[in-house]
């Protein structure tokens, strides 16, 4: 079935640093790309999409890029700040009949100042 | 600019009971859809509605759970008999038709005791 795997956290970053949170997926037909911010006490806020292969989303300093040939969209940031600390959503829509999300795990990101 | 509001924020209740959640959606949006996330886990799908619509639901909605939207508006889950492993952050999101770009509450978190 389709699934999203995402590395697993924490990832632990000094401020500056380069960011990249990967995240794999298995899907049947041609999905549409999400990642995901949750910062703590909050709801998932869209940070990125891309909708076809090839695509880039960027947002806040933050990209992703939508490969097929890989199926990935590994997200990256190339200076992290104490802000960015959250949890990361990587997710999938398969058009297919469905509208549904399929999430990944989630991957804990903290900046240390 | 009104977001995805969810209430109540948060529930305790006592196992057995029977709980219900209100979720309003954004205004325009046709489409609401429930999941549910547990600690560490990414949000799992539940079901959509579009427009008053049922039209999908996950085998994690058991017959103890119920959802709808009656005027195509705002939408209640309802969980009766409550078990622990019922524990959880429900989650409410909306989207228009096009693009299946899906808006997040901030969640109820229900704790069953």
């Known amino acids: 079935g389709d699934s999203v795997t995402q590395m697993e956290g924490p990832v632990t970053l000094s401020e500056e640093a380069f960011l990249t949170i990967n995240c794999t997926y298995t899907?049947?037909?041609?999905?549409?790309l999400f990642w995901y911010v949750q910062y703590p006490g909050e709801g998932l806020q869209l940070l990125l999409k891309?909708?076809?292969?090839?695509d880039k989303g960027s947002n806040k300093g933050f990209e992703a890029t939508y490969r097929k040939e890989t199926t990935s969209f590994h997200l990256e940031k190339g200076s992290v700040q104490v802000s960015d600390s959250a949890v990361y959503f990587c997710?999938?829509?398969?058009?297919?009949?469905?509208?549904?999300?399929?999430f990944g795990t989630g991957t804990r990101l903290k900046v240390l100042a | 600019d009104t977001g995805v509001s969810q209430n109540p924020r948060h529930k305790i209740t006592k196992r057995g009971q029977n709980v219900t959640f209100r979720c309003d959606p954004i205004s325009e949006h046709n489409r609401l859809y429930w999941y549910r996330q547990t600690l560490g886990q990414g949000p799992e799908f539940l079901t959509y509605?579009?427009?008053?619509?049922?039209?999908?639901k996950s085998r994690l909605l058991s017959d103890r759970f119920s959802a709808e939207r009656p005027k195509g508006s705002f939408s209640t889950l309802e969980i009766q008999r409550t078990e622990q492993g019922d524990s959880a952050m429900y989650l409410c999101?909306?989207?228009?038709?096009?693009?299946?770009?899906?808006?997040f509450g901030p969640g109820t978190r229900l704790t069953v005791l």
């Open positions: 891309a909708t076809k292969a090839d």
């Open positions: 999101a909306s989207s228009p038709l096009v693009p299946n770009e899906q808006f």
């Open positions: 899907a049947t037909g041609y999905p549409s």
């Open positions: 997710a999938l829509s398969v058009a297919l009949g469905t509208y549904k999300y399929i």
């Open positions: 509605f579009q427009n008053e619509a049922q039209l999908e």
